[in-house]
């Protein structure tokens, strides 16, 4: 309900479901009429992690602090973006959503660049960053680096099964262009991408993840992995009995 200039929900409510439709109106409306300059860290806010820092954003941004601040500040004034302490974040978290689905492509694919621009340059990452860094990659065109930086991430994270699912997935959305990069890199990356989705019990699509694997393996994979993809395959192959008896 909208009561004294205010908008009154349950936020728990709103996870479970569709946003309402006043309500997502009435905040794709209040976007729509910022000012460019308060659109610009509104859609950085939604293509960053859950909450920023004022340097990291003036620093993305090529901006000072000092106009970085008062931006915020005028945001925050709106209540679109809120700051308990240092960090600043979503005021509600379905406003990412609502950024990015009212967002030009080529406009969020420039935030993207200078993201992983900056995070490019930076000596160490969080895990949570680096997550970031691969999701920005896979989100532009004709990116290579998805590829190398997948394989980086899934050789580091190698028991994560929250970091290989989401590794994999982007990888098997884009498997047929990067097979011209590297196909033995595709089927190293989908052949962890299913046995993390068989250990959530995702059966299903793990199967159909790893017929690619096995057809894409038949040719220009080295030994060990053949091997393990043969292995792999017995072991679907026995589930898949057991289903039909």
């Not at 990015?100 to 930076?122: A, M």
């Not at 532009?140 to 980086?152: D, R, T, V, Y």
Request: with cysteine; glycine share 2%; aromatic share 12%.
């Amino acid at each position: 309900s909208y009561k004294n200039l205010r908008w009154h929900f349950q936020m728990q409510e709103l996870e479970k479901e569709e946003l309402p439709p006043k309500i997502r109106k009435y905040f794709e409306r209040k976007f729509k009429l910022l000012e460019p300059e308060l659109q610009e860290i509104m859609r950085f806010a939604a293509l960053w992690k859950k909450s920023f820092l004022l340097k990291e954003t003036a620093e993305v941004l090529s901006y000072s602090l000092i106009k970085v601040s008062a931006r915020i500040d005028r945001l925050k004034n709106l209540n679109l973006l809120v700051q308990p302490a240092k960090s600043v974040s979503f005021h509600y978290p379905f406003l990412r959503n609502i950024v990015c689905q009212n967002s030009e492509k080529n406009e969020l694919n420039g935030f993207r660049r200078k993201i992983i621009s900056y995070l490019e340059k930076r000596k160490e990452l969080l895990p949570e960053e680096e997550m970031l860094l691969f999701s920005h990659y896979a989100n532009l065109p004709k990116n290579k680096k998805m590829l190398s930086f997948g394989k980086a991430l899934q050789m580091k994270f190698k028991k994560d099964i929250e970091k290989i699912i989401a590794t994999g997935k982007e990888i098997f959305k884009h498997r047929k262009e990067l097979e011209k990069i590297g196909s033995e890199d595709v089927v190293f990356l989908l052949n962890n991408y299913a046995w993390a989705l068989d250990r959530i019990a995702d059966y299903e699509l793990a199967l159909s993840v790893f017929r690619e694997v096995w057809e894409l393996g038949k040719s220009g994979v080295n030994q060990n992995l053949k091997n393990e993809i043969f292995v792999r395959n017995l072991y679907f192959l026995n589930r898949e009995s057991k289903f039909a008896e």
